[in-house]
């Protein structure tokens, strides 16, 4: 089990940044992804941005060039930087983590977990 703790988030104007961040804890010695999805209203799940315990990172067209994700050292906390925000990156975002493991006998085991999601709404 992997629990997800975000933080950061909140009110900005547009064109402001902001960071957000989230910790991992539990069985993170498995954690092969983590990253950030986005869900504005009425609309579905979407990716940000996601980065491997390798450092290859992906984003979502709506973001690259304008954002930023990290992990530490650890491979424990993945951090998002947001520049330029604008009112369509209003939405709730949620912390990502992806486990995964091979046993002896060769089965593999694969988990997603979700954090509880933090608001960010680009306003004036």
């Known amino acids: 089990q992997v629990q997800l703790a975000e933080s950061g988030g909140g009110l900005v104007q547009p064109g402001a940044s902001l960071r957000l961040s989230c910790t991992a804890s539990g069985s993170i010695f498995n954690i092969k992804t983590m990253g950030w999805y986005r869900q504005a209203p009425g609309q579905q799940r979407e990716l940000v941005a996601t980065i491997t315990t390798a450092g290859y990172t992906n984003y979502a067209d709506s973001v690259r060039g304008r954002s930023s994700i990290s992990m530490n050292d650890a491979k424990n906390t993945v951090s998002l930087q947001m520049y330029s925000l604008k009112p369509e990156d209003t939405a709730i975002y949620y912390c990502?983590?992806?486990?995964?493991?091979?046993?002896?006998?060769?089965?593999?085991?694969?988990?997603?977990?979700w954090g509880q999601g933090t608001q960010v709404t680009a306003s004036s």
């Open positions: 990502y983590a992806h486990t995964g493991y091979t046993d002896f006998a060769g089965t593999v085991y694969a988990y997603d977990y």
